[in-house]
């Protein structure tokens, strides 16, 4: 079929689940620790160790071979697949045509620029650096630099989807030097731990100032509209570029400061006029058109819903990553099994949920909407917010 997407609920056809194959380690490195700042500086055996300067490095060992690399347990990595496999089985019973990226290749350990190498990651956060926007597909500028070629793995699908008519675009790539960064939203709290945050980046013989960098999974599709989070300089130079560009076609609506990125564990949008959310409080920062819809608050995140992790087991996410749901069509949410107080709150609003088993989220920083990018879906470019 051709590509179309244009919302978050419409009866959807084609999807691409993301892969976990040979996921090794999280490399603690700049980019890597801005984004997930707020959840890194709660867990107890990490927080010292903030990018720049180095607290502590760790020296090199068997389980942690070279500094700021953290390897990942092997049945951690395991059980992931078998949930991503099931994931897809479970949307496939339901009718809808689902793609898989190319496996990384185990030889493939590292990517690297003139100005930078970090270790690669497979495709498995796939929501997060392609926008699918109607006929469109649009990859953005990455935020995580081990996931700077991330899109490579998805070629032969988007291939596919140009070939049927697709229009598909890239967006400037940035150096990703230290210099690269805006740095004041963790600069303003209490990033990195009680002891230091990040002070002075290393300089680099290709530093350009600040650049886009950006995520799809911080846009809220809503037909022609698009609601687009902002915290940083980065971001707001991304959504410059997107307005520009989609000029007549789509609107562009900035929300500042909902989350330290991402919006897909804060609000979703569930159907035309009802929205899920993390608190009351998300609506009053909402564009005003979206503070008259419906709101279902997600329940409070049941901790014995989480595996036990080691202490050495870096956690990604916050508790509320189970919010990270997706819709099938306007009456049919896949939700983690593990969260059977959510299914029970959607279900009393009318809402059918479809249990999927996802064990490891917290570890792997994504749920059920981060690990899919919906290519196909039958609605159109319709006005929600006039």
């Known amino acids: ?54 607290l502590a490095a760790r020296a090199a060992t068997a389980a942690a071979p070279e500094p700021g690399r953290v390897p990942i347990k092997e049945r951690y990595v395991a059980e992931l697949c078998e949930d991503l496999d099931g994931l897809a089985k479970t949307l496939e019973s339901l009718a809808v045509t689902v793609h898989r990226p190319i496996t990384l290749d185990p030889s493939t350990v590292e990517v690297a620029t003139p100005a930078w ?29 081990s996931r700077y070629f991330e899109t490579q793995l998805l070629k032969p699908i988007f291939a596919d989807y140009f070939r049927r008519g697709a229009r598909w675009t890239v967006m400037p790539r940035p150096m990703m030097t230290d210099a690269s960064f805006d740095l004041s939203y963790v600069r303003s709290g209490t990033a990195g731990g009680p002891t230091e945050t990040i002070e002075d980046p290393r300089p680099s013989p290709y530093d350009v100032g600040f650049e886009m960098m950006f995520d799809g999974a911080q846009c809220l599709r809503l037909g022609r509209d698009v609601v687009a989070n902002v915290s940083t300089a980065n971001h707001a130079l991304a959504c410059d570029w997107l307005e520009r560009h989609l000029a007549g076609r789509f609107r562009i609506h900035r929300v500042y400061q909902l989350s330290d990125s991402h919006l897909d564990s804060m609000v979703l949008a569930l159907r035309p006029g009802t929205l899920l959310v993390r608190s009351a409080e998300v609506m009053e920062k909402l564009p005003a058109p979206l503070r008259s819809w419906d709101h279902i608050v997600a329940p409070e995140p049941d901790g014995d819903s989480f595996p036990r992790y080691d202490d050495d087991d870096l956690i990604l996410t916050s508790p509320f990553i189970d919010l990270n749901v997706l819709s099938v069509d306007p009456a049919t949410v896949l939700v983690n099994e593990a969260c059977p107080e959510l299914a029970r709150t959607l279900e009393r609003h009318g809402f059918t949920a479809v249990p999927v088993r996802h064990r490891h989220r917290r570890l792997f920083g994504g749920g059920l909407h981060c690990f899919t990018l919906d290519t196909v879906r039958q609605g159109g470019a319709e006005d929600y917010l006039r």
């Open 117 to 145: 190498s970090a270790a690669v990651v497979p495709p498995l956060n796939v929501r997060d650096n392609t926008l699918i926007l109607g006929d469109e597909i649009i990859e953005t500028p990455p935020m995580i630099r």
């Open 1 to 54: 079929m051709q590509l179309n997407s244009f919302d978050e609920w419409s009866p959807l056809k084609e999807v691409i689940v993301g892969s976990a194959d040979n996921y090794i380690s999280h490399d603690r490195e700049l980019s890597f620790d801005l984004f997930f700042h707020d959840n890194i500086r709660e867990n107890r055996s990490f927080r010292t160790e903030w990018y720049y300067p180095r």
